[in-house]
């Protein structure tokens, strides 16, 4: 199918532990983003990928790294794991384009962290 | 950036009634979607409408981009319905989608 799709689906792990979400989508997509939805179901961007360079780092902590080895991978790895942390994560992908961001974004299924 | 805010916040719901969510945002967009979040988490596209009106189904939008407001739409509620639905919105200087806080809606049968 195509899709954006991310693994694991669900994560629980300890504080201080270092962990990876993968995430691939197959639609031929240049860009990829990563969302944080908190608690409160508050969603909020993290990065975004173009071609695989970055192009947003929102205020997140150095403890998070994005990886693109490819345009179709965006891996999300997590040093030193907090409480705080906990959350569920989404990758999402938009079309190629000149103003990529005019695109329409598709998700994928989420990946929910806890960190105990 | 853009503020993106939504209303109701919440909204309870028969089967079979109509409802109309609401989206405001402060800035000229070039990207308006909404989503249903559904009570598996998943979150599911609904339209891609920066601007015009749209129909699937029982759920239609309409974005006046002149006025900066969008408008969802759902006739003959069903059970399925319920779940939170976001707004988000890129502007011209934005990269990424900025989220509403959502509308939780409840459909009883």
């Known amino acids: 199918d195509t899709a954006v799709s991310q693994t694991p689906k669900y994560l629980v792990t300890q504080m201080g532990n270092d962990k990876s979400i993968k995430c691939e989508q197959n639609l031929g997509h240049d860009t990829m983003y990563w969302y944080k939805q908190d608690s409160k179901k508050f969603l909020k961007i993290m990065f975004s990928?173009?071609?695989?360079?970055?192009?947003i780092n929102e205020t997140v902590p150095n403890r998070f790294s994005p990886k693109s080895p490819d345009k179709a991978h965006l891996n999300l790895h997590i040093n030193s794991l907090e409480l705080g942390d906990s959350a569920v994560y989404f990758c999402?992908?938009?079309?190629?384009?000149?103003?990529?961001?005019?695109?329409?974004?598709?998700f994928g299924p989420g990946t929910r962290l806890t960190v105990t | 950036g853009i503020q993106v805010e939504q209303s109701p916040p919440d909204l309870i719901l028969q089967e079979g009634a109509n409802s109309t969510l609401r989206c405001n945002f402060s800035?000229?967009?070039?990207?308006l979607q909404w989503f249903h979040q559904n009570p598996w988490g998943q979150l599911i596209n609904l339209f891609y409408i920066p601007s015009g009106t749209k129909q699937n189904g029982r759920l239609s939008a309409t974005t006046v981009a002149t006025e900066r407001y969008s408008l969802l739409y759902i006739s003959s509620s069903q059970t399925t319905d319920s779940g939170v639905y976001f707004c988000a919105a890129v502007n011209q200087a934005g990269t990424a989608l900025i989220f509403g806080k959502g509308t939780t809606l409840s459909v009883s049968s």
């Open positions: 990928y173009n071609n695989k360079e970055l192009i």
């Open positions: 999402a992908s938009s079309p190629p384009g000149r103003v990529y961001s005019s695109y329409e974004q598709y």
């Open positions: 800035d000229s967009v070039n990207n």
